[in-house]
């Protein structure tokens, strides 16, 4: 099978040199890289050509968008660009580990049920220092064991990342179909394989995260637990209220297993999303309460209290509190 990585980078020159490092070290090499550049003004195109021209990498493109188009539409191009039977997305400041793409390929070669494939990672600072211990992202074992996420109510609204992510070009067309702007990829590339019953992760290191203070992430998770308004909390509920529409109207349409349990759990979902947007408006201390009948549609249980302590206004006290119980 060919094997793709799709690319994006934005003023990245701090680290992209080291992520396209790790892509050369790969145990099983790329069959093309699709970079799409964002109109950075750093030195960012400059050190992407050299390495392509140095290391004569006549299999690896980098396109210079016209105008920015925000990273959720550059994803898209960079996919869309891809040729490759299995496709990996990267963001530009990670270190991937040499045996990520042998490792999953090899997985999705062996079980053609396998739509999207999720690793594990451990983190690192912009020092490269491991930095696991201040971000508490699930840890591997190492087992390799491969699991399947079969669809439910929690998976309704699944979440992960696609730094850790391969998937199968089976699902493009319907990421075409179903993708509106600001829909992040990730996002969108797991819920279709999670209703698709391809949905599996396998329980292997696969990148060295990298947190630092220009990305999303680079922040303490112990500074960023309780950040953001109830107003942005609102907003994205109601952006997810209409993601979820979405789904339900193009799945309504497609044949698969399970059909009409699914589309009642997607149905069920736009139910308490309402019921959540419902809550954080009013602050009625009953219909949160009610919302504890329909706990396995949040994400986490931290979330449904979440919605507790933004409603009034205690999500900076109560971030403090949740992180100090979960380092225990």
Known sequence: MKISIAMTTYNGQRFVEKQLQSFFNQTRKPDEVIIFDDCSVDNTIKIISEFIHINKLENWKLIVNERNVGWQKNFMNAVEETCGDIVFFSDQDDIWNEDKIEIM???MEKN???LALSGYRTVIDEHDEPATAAYPYPISTNSKLVTKLSFNERRAFLIQSGCVTAFRRAILPHMKELWVEKFSHDILVWRIACILDGAFSIDYPVLKYRVHSSNSSGVSTSNYIGQGTVDKRIAGIRTEYKWTESFLVY???CNMESKENKLSILRNGLSFLKKREKFLEKRNLFTWLSLFKEIKF??????????LMYAYHLNKIGGNVFWKFIKR
């Open 105 to 107: 390929a090899s997985e």
């Open 112 to 114: 053609n049920n396998i």
């Open 251 to 253: 799945f309504n349409d």
């Open 298 to 307: 949040y994400q986490s249980k931290s979330k449904y209290f979440g919605d």
